[in-house]
């Protein structure tokens, strides 16, 4: 009768573990995708201030098209990558690909801002500076919310190659997540420019 008791008392406590080992996982992978959302949402009103900013340049640097056209072209680019990101934020080619794509489009602008400098009407354009201030504030925001999205990637991917919760994780398919990477060393820093 004590085996029994125990048998079942042992049972009952695997089964215990077990499932809060699953819903712990649940947790974490739902922080980070919602911390990716955070990272949406600013990656959105970039997306968005970027046609303001070409508009408002465009009517200066006749003679820079093409590097307007190239802040275009990364900013369409990036948005394809975002959406990808979204659909499946921690999948580790789709990361990389908006990590890509996401540099690609601070290379471009950095361009755009440095070629800016060249055009001292532009830069005491009221409407480019409204612009540039939000640009600044916003990408001071992505930063912020890209560093609590890998924080909250990192729990869940410590949370499940942990023993023992990495057992349960494997069985239900709890895969690793990625981190989203950082800039390249050349356009690590946001573009600046004062105006």
Not at 38 to 61: C, F, H, S, W
Not at 162 to 170: D, E, I, K, T, W
Request: net charge negative; charged share 20%; aromatic share 8%.
């Amino acid at each position: 009768m004590g085996l029994l008791i125990f048998s079942v008392a042992l049972v009952a406590i695997i089964a215990v573990i077990i499932i809060n080992t699953y819903n712990d996982l649940i947790k974490y992978r739902n922080r980070y995708k919602n911390a990716y959302s955070q990272i949406d949402v600013q990656l959105q009103r970039r997306y968005d201030l970027i046609p303001n900013l070409v508009e408002t340049a465009k009517g200066y640097m006749k003679h820079e098209q093409e590097t307007l056209e190239a802040v275009i072209a990364a900013r369409n680019s990036a948005i394809n990558a975002s959406s990808r990101a979204t659909q499946n934020p921690g999948d580790p080619q789709v990361m990389q690909q908006l990590g890509n794509a996401e540099g690609a489009l601070t290379s471009a602008l950095s361009r755009l801002m440095v070629l800016s400098e060249s055009y001292p009407e532009l830069k005491a354009d009221r409407a480019m500076t409204q612009v540039m201030e939000e640009l600044s504030s916003t990408e001071n925001r992505i930063a912020f919310a890209h560093q609590a999205f890998n924080d909250a990637v990192t729990l869940y991917n410590t949370k499940s190659e942990s023993f023992p919760s990495n057992l349960v994780a494997n069985t239900f398919n709890f895969t690793v997540a990625q981190l989203l990477p950082e800039a390249t060393p050349e356009i690590r820093n946001a573009p600046r420019v004062s105006f």
